[in-house]
């Protein structure tokens, strides 16, 4: 049985927390976006101020949290990004899996590189929060 998948017109937020800063290179840490099953949340579910809510309570108080930002990107992009990745093409997708906490959650299900996850970040919406 196939995964239903966003559409690519959705908007998407991945929490950025005080962990995701690398501080000796100045920069988000790839590890934002690195690996399989990275957590989203979808904007078309919840509202942005809904979905921070959500993020605080996961995060602050946490070894890793507080939150400290919210990036923000449209799934067509992302996939775009992925497929024009030259090291290797990758076809992202983005599949809600709604939790008890969360129903606008959904992951990236594809593995994603150090170099790949570099280039998602660059693309990122960064909002304080």
Request: hydrophobic share 35%; glycine share 6%.
């Amino acid at each position: 049985m196939e995964q239903e998948e966003c559409p690519p017109e959705e908007e998407v937020l991945r929490a950025i927390r005080r962990a995701d800063w690398d501080k000796k290179k100045n920069r988000y840490s790839s590890s934002l976006f690195r690996g399989c099953g990275i957590s989203i949340s979808r904007l078309a579910i919840l509202s942005y101020s809904e979905i921070v809510k959500i993020f605080r309570a996961d995060f602050d108080g946490k070894p890793t949290g507080p939150l400290e930002a919210t990036g923000q990107i449209n799934v067509g992009e992302l996939q775009k990004i992925g497929m024009n990745y030259k090291a290797n093409p990758t076809n992202l997708t983005v599949v809600p899996k709604p939790l008890k906490d969360n129903c606008a959650h959904a992951e990236i299900p594809q593995n994603i590189s150090k170099g790949l996850a570099k280039q998602i970040i660059g693309a990122l919406k960064i909002k304080p929060v």
